[in-house]
Each structure stands twice: as structure tokens, then as C-alpha cells.
């Protein structure tokens, strides 16, 4: 069985090397973009805490020392790995511009807990080597100041994701649940994991060593997720949903005259059957028709569908249904491609659309 000094080992090499990575194996243009560019920095600090964390409990043995002295370690380094990862998120969320509230925050709580607990450990009359009550009463206080932090920290990110997610949903003609995903996940992991750290990192055995597995597994989830989105194309298509967000701004009423124009461009455009290819956006579709992004936006709004999506998987799913009649012998597969839809997202859809999946539509 893994102990804990052998997970102290393999966390160290592997945090240091995701640091490693994001701070100086990415292609340059990852490197030169505005926002990620810097926000690689915030969550290789984070790693890097957290690899320093886990060499100073390897050389120091502070774990088998005791747990007194392995949690005082463990908050002090924990608390400013945890805010700079939140940051480094923060960071993507808001396009770099983070208010100096949340800067302070963080680092606030921090000074706070550090400074109960190295003053108690310098004013305790108990050598650090021993268990000492005041050192375990300042941890306990410390690991509160934590849970603070990120349920602080907790209640931005999820709002910044929700907001992310409605922009690309609104944006793209299909759910892009690959875009933004991995960060709703991570965010929520995180949270969970917080509220079991006041309670966790005080137990020994085989209760810390699966609390050890948690955290770490959390981390380079986290971290490896943020990585693969910095180096591929989605941080460009999240930026664009969100730059149509911005510009299109909410709800606008539309004349009669505009509307009708709208409609009268949107049958002419479903006739062509453009619809069938894929990855269609708000932009292509509004400069399709000849109409401005906003007007089309709000003439989504303002029907049943709501948004592209729903209005593109409408006509899709029509397509399907007429395809699957007059081509008895197509595959779910085949008209699941023709009609520009993967064919997990096609049974989705079809479900959801018809109540029935494709498998059970009557051909005949």
C-alpha cells in the first residue's frame, strides 16, 4: 500500500512539473495572450506552493513528527496555493480585470492565519517538536480562515461561470458543455473538497491518506484542465461568445417592421438548408441572413426558442425526422452526420425535441 511519505514524493514531482509547464512549455501565442498569458503565472504559483508544501513535509518528516506539526505546514501553504489558483480562475473569468478587493481578500486571511499561527508556535511554551493544545486551537482557527476564504472565493467563480456558460449557450448553435465544463467542475470539486479540510487534515491512516488522494486529484484536474484550455481554440471561442454578450447587451424590443424583416430572412435562410452545417454561431448565422447579430438575438428571444441553439435543433431534428422516413435504410449514425450533429448529441436532441429516441421514430 502508498503511504504518505510516497504520495508526499509523487505530489511534489508532479506539481512541480504542471508548474514547470504552464510557466515555460507553452506555445507563444498562449504566452502572448493578454488574459491567459498572465493567468498561467497565478495557477504555476499555486502549483509551485503546493510543490514546496509537499517537499518540506517529504525532507521534514513533519507528518510522522505529528499531526500538530504537519497541519501547521499544511495551512501555511494551502491557504496562499488555494487563493492563487482561485485567482488564476478569477483571473480568466473576468478577461484580467480583477477588482483589488479580490486581490486583498485573499491575501488579508492569509496574514490573518499566518500570524496566529507562527505567533502562538513562537509564544507557546511547548517546543514544536511536541503536541501542543495552543498550536491545535490555532489550526483549528486557521483552517476556518481558509473555509472562508473559499467559500468567498467559491461565490465569484461559480457566478463567473454561470455567466461564461449562458454567453457560449447563447452563442452557439449546439450545447458547448466542452468549452466551459471543465471549469464548472472545478469549481464545484473545490468547494467540495473545502468544506471536508477542517476536519480532514487532522485525521491520520487511512482517513488522510484518502483525503490526500482527493485534494491532489482535485489540483492536477484543475490545473491539467486549465492547461489543455489555454493551448487549444477554446479560449478564442469563449472569447467570442462572450465579446457578442457584451456588444448585443440584453433584451431589445423589435418593431413589427423588424420583426417581420427577421422572419421573412430566417425562412429564406432555413430553405437553403444551411442549418445542417455545423458549428454555426450567432455571427455566421446574422451575416447569412443579412441581418445585425443583435436583431437576430433578440428575435430568438422574443419566440419559443429563446436562443440559436434550440432554433437550429428544431429545424435539424425536422430534417432528421423527414430523412429517417424517406431513407428507411439511412443509419441513426448517417443522419445523425448529415444533419450536422455528432451522433451522441443527435439521440440527445432527438429526445429531447420528440420525446422518443431516433431508435423508436416510426420510419413508415
Not at 130 to 145: C, D, F
Not at 161 to 182: I, N, S, T
Not at 268 to 284: D, M
Not at 355 to 364: E, N, Y
Amino acid at each position: 500500500m502508498i503511504g504518505i511519505t510516497e504520495m508526499q514524493f509523487g505530489g511534489m514531482l508532479t506539481t512541480a512539473l504542471l508548474a514547470l509547464t504552464l510557466a515555460f512549455q507553452l506555445p507563444r501565442r498562449v504566452m502572448k495572450h493578454k488574459v491567459y498569458g498572465k493567468a498561467r503565472w497565478l495557477m504555476a504559483g499555486g502549483l509551485a506552493l503546493l510543490s514546496a508544501q509537499f517537499l518540506l513535509q517529504y525532507i521534514g518528516g513533519y507528518r510522522q513528527m505529528g499531526v500538530t506539526q504537519a497541519v501547521f505546514w499544511n495551512l501555511l501553504f494551502f491557504i496562499p496555493c488555494s487563493m492563487s489558483i482561485n485567482l488564476a480562475l478569477l483571473f480568466v473569468q473576468m478577461k484580467g480585470k480583477l477588482s483589488w478587493r479580490r486581490w486583498c481578500f485573499g491575501a488579508i486571511l492569509y496574514l490573518i492565519a499566518a500570524a496566529i499561527l507562527v505567533g502562538t508556535a513562537i509564544a507557546d511554551d511547548i517546543p514544536f517538536e511536541e503536541n501542543s493544545k495552543a498550536l491545535r486551537t490555532a489550526e483549528y482557527v486557521g483552517s476556518l480562515i481558509f473555509l472562508l476564504m473559499q467559500a468567498h472565493y467559491f461565490m465569484f467563480l461559480y457566478t463567473g461561470y454561470r455567466r461564461m456558460q449562458q454567453a457560449v449557450d447563447e452563442y452557439f448553435d449546439h450545447e458547448r458543455k466542452d468549452l466551459l465544463g471543465w471549469m464548472g467542475r472545478s469549481v464545484t470539486m473545490l468547494a467540495i473538497i473545502t468544506l471536508f479540510v477542517p476536519f480532514a487534515i487532522f485525521q491520520e491512516g487511512w482517513m488522510l491518506t484518502l483525503f490526500a488522494c482527493a485534494f491532489f486529484t482535485i489540483i492536477y484536474y484543475c490545473a491539467s484542465c486549465f492547461h489543455s484550455y489555454g493551448i487549444s481554440q477554446d479560449t478564442q471561442r469563449v472569447e467570442e461568445a462572450e465579446q457578442s454578450m457584451e456588444n448585443d447587451g440584453t433584451e431589445i424590443a423589435l418593431s413589427d417592421e423588424d420583426r417581420e424583416r427577421i422572419e421573412r430572412a430566417a425562412k429564406r435562410w432555413a430553405a437553403t438548408g444551411r442549418y445542417l452545417n455545423g458549428n454555426q454561431t450567432l455571427t455566421t448565422v446574422a451575416n447569412d441572413m443579412d441581418v445585425q447579430r443583435y436583431m437576430l438575438k433578440a428575435w430568438l428571444q422574443q419566440t419559443k426558442y429563446g436562443k440559436l441553439s434550440n432554433w437550429i435543433n428544431k429545424l435539424r431534428i425536422e430534417e432528421a425526422q423527414r430523412l429517417m422516413i424517406a431513407n428507411p435504410d439511412w443509419s441513426i449514425d448517417a443522419v445523425a452526420e448529415h444533419c450536422g450533429l455528432s451522433t451522441s448529441s443527435f439521440h440527445r436532441i432527438f429526445r429531447q425535441i420528440t420525446g422518443i429516441t431516433p431508435a423508436k421514430f416510426p420510419r413508415k
